[in-house]
Each structure stands twice: as structure tokens, then as C-alpha cells.
């Protein structure tokens, strides 16, 4: 019998096409995403036969989830700390076929397009938190 080592890369391209100016990117935070809070094809793309990682879109707004910790998609009218936007995912997060919690990158002070944001957002609806973001949305839909 003869062993024979096998060994794997996976490449994702990051598509940051939100990001406005490079302001900020040079001090993300680690965090860990709650993938059941996402929405399949909106914020993320599930593993498939043809792409065995499935990956967290760049760009997806997220909130701290209190009792867990956990990060999951930003939601104003959420009442379990998601309606703090903490931040954006800063570049693609990948995950195996399985997987709930996914680590990624936090984008959490910069500029951004947001039209350009995954899922999109209203800027006007962001309630102002010291413990939130500090993003200045550009292009923003007037209401």
C-alpha cells in the first residue's frame, strides 16, 4: 500500500465594488457569522457539485447578536442586537457544505456605495449607536 499526499486550494475573489474608499480596511475585526440569519443567494451562496466552498458575500451588513455573540445579517427591526449595524463583511467568507458559523472579516468604519450593498440597505433607518458602525453611506435613496 502506498500513500500518496493530496493536498487542495480554494481561491475567492474578493468583489468589493461597495467599498467606496480604501479608509478602514487596514483595522477589520475578527468575527464569526450565525449563517442561519443569512438569506441563501442574497448573502451567501450555498457548496455545489461545481463549487465545493460555499462563501459569505463581501459586503453584507451584519449586526452582534447579544445572547450568542455570534454576527448575523443586520436587521433594523430585529430585537436580539441585529438592529446595531456593526459593520460589513469585508471580503468573501468561505465555509464547507455542513457548516452554521463561519469566520470573516468586519469592515465596521469607511466609506461605502450603497447601492452597491448585497441585500441592500436604508442608511435612514440605521438607529446612531456608540457601539455601531462608523460607515458613511454615499448615494444614499432619499425616502
Not at 487596514?26 to 457539485?49: C, F, G, M, Q, R
Not at 463581501?58 to 430585529?78: C, E, K, M
Not at 467568507?93 to 472579516?105: E, I, L, M, Q, R
Amino acid at each position: 500500500m502506498s500513500i500518496q499526499p493530496y493536498s487542495t486550494t480554494v481561491t475567492v475573489t474578493a468583489d468589493r465594488d461597495w467599498l467606496a474608499s480604501r479608509h478602514g480596511t487596514d483595522s477589520t475585526e475578527t468575527i464569526t457569522l450565525d449563517l442561519t440569519t443569512l438569506t441563501k443567494n442574497v448573502h451567501y451562496v450555498e457548496p455545489s457539485a461545481a463549487q465545493l466552498h460555499g462563501f459569505v458575500r463581501s459586503g453584507v451588513p451584519v449586526g452582534r447578536i447579544t445572547a450568542s455573540g455570534l454576527y448575523g445579517a443586520y436587521d433594523p427591526a430585529a430585537e436580539d442586537g441585529r438592529e446595531v449595524l456593526a459593520g460589513l463583511v469585508y471580503a468573501e467568507a468561505p465555509f464547507t457544505p455542513g457548516a452554521t458559523k463561519v469566520p470573516a472579516a468586519l469592515f465596521w468604519h469607511g466609506t461605502v456605495t450603497t447601492a452597491k450593498i448585497p441585500g441592500g440597505i436604508d442608511p435612514a433607518k440605521i438607529a446612531p449607536s456608540p457601539a455601531g458602525a462608523q460607515i458613511r453611506f454615499l448615494g444614499a435613496v432619499s425616502a
